[in-house]
């Protein structure tokens, strides 16, 4: 087994696109950061991007966005995980934590901790869900729309809101580069590779639902937010219902979206509009050991 730091995203894809596409839902993560990255390279201020080889086939792929938690594709063997561990460890990367499916996540910090000494918690328990068609939901008052320039404004308060609740380390400059990279597709729809689309009641955006990260058929459904006063009108039903719809008619065959097993208000949401579960994803902190 041997691992490689690929400084080039799009050589990174062309690599581990065979591993990742075998469960296209399992990696979406992976998969849309690496395409981000090939798009955009400054979209993050610093990246990592790691196969592990053996013999001539990848046999496992990793992806890391400081100050976020590394993501991890499923490796082929146990061998090939414990060879990623061993190699980000013994150059002391200093790694905040890992996302991955179960088991790999699991795994990866189990033998994270025993070689760094860090411990490791459950930081969220995630569920990677996969739609490919949309349920109809029942008739909920108003119309969606995709965002414009001119939203800029409530796209950052609510992206802003959105972090603060899930609980993320989102950088507050990186967040605003986020919100602005997706609107730059001003005017494309859902073609677009990133957008938002916002729900309007009475004359005022009620909801907010964001797209980003395209994977060889599909894209990642997120944020959804709905300010709590504006909560249990249905709005968010609706707004990832025909959000949903508009990016499958767009020409994606796949949308996947990741969920809170905390909140089983928001999966409940998501399953009527037809997103069925794929597998478990957690999320995991590590805390290294203090020194002396």
């Known amino acids: 087994m041997r691992v490689e730091e690929i400084p080039d995203p799009h050589a990174f894809l062309e690599l581990a696109t065979p591993l990742l596409a075998a469960d296209e839902a399992r990696h979406n993560l992976v998969l849309g950061l690496a395409a981000t990255l090939a798009r955009d390279p400054a979209r993050y201020d610093e990246f990592h991007l790691w196969v592990v080889r053996d013999g001539a086939t990848v046999a496992g792929a990793a992806l890391w966005t400081p100050p976020f938690e590394l993501a991890l594709a499923r490796p082929s063997s146990t061998e090939a995980l414990e060879a990623l561990v061993a190699h980000l460890a013994g150059r002391g990367v200093p790694l905040p934590g890992v996302v991955g499916a179960d088991p790999e996540a699991g795994e990866f910090a189990r033998s994270w901790t025993r070689r760094t000494g860090a411990t490791a918690s459950l930081r969220m328990a995630q569920r990677i869900h996969r739609l490919t068609h949309v349920r109809p939901v029942a008739d909920v008052p108003g119309r969606m729309r995709t965002a414009m320039v001119a939203d800029r404004d409530l796209l950052l308060d609510w992206s802003f809101a959105f972090a603060a609740e899930a609980g993320t380390h989102a950088d507050p400059e990186q967040l605003r580069r986020g919100v602005e990279e997706r609107l730059a597709g ?61 990016l499958l008619a767009a020409g994606r065959r796949h949308c996947f979206l990741f969920t809170d097993l905390a909140n089983p208000t928001a999966n409940h949401i998501y399953a009527e509009v037809g997103y069925e579960p794929v597998c478990d994803a957690p999320q995991y902190a590590f805390e290294r050991p203090v020194p002396g």
């Open 186 to 246: 001003d005017g494309e729809g859902f073609s677009a590779p990133t957008g938002y689309a916002l729900w309007e009641d009475g004359g005022r955006s009620v909801s907010l639902a964001g797209w980003a990260g395209p994977t060889p058929t599909g894209v990642r459904v997120g944020p959804v937010y709905t300010p709590p006063e504006l909560r249990r009108r249905g709005y968010a039903s609706a707004l990832v219902a025909g959000l949903s719809a508009g």
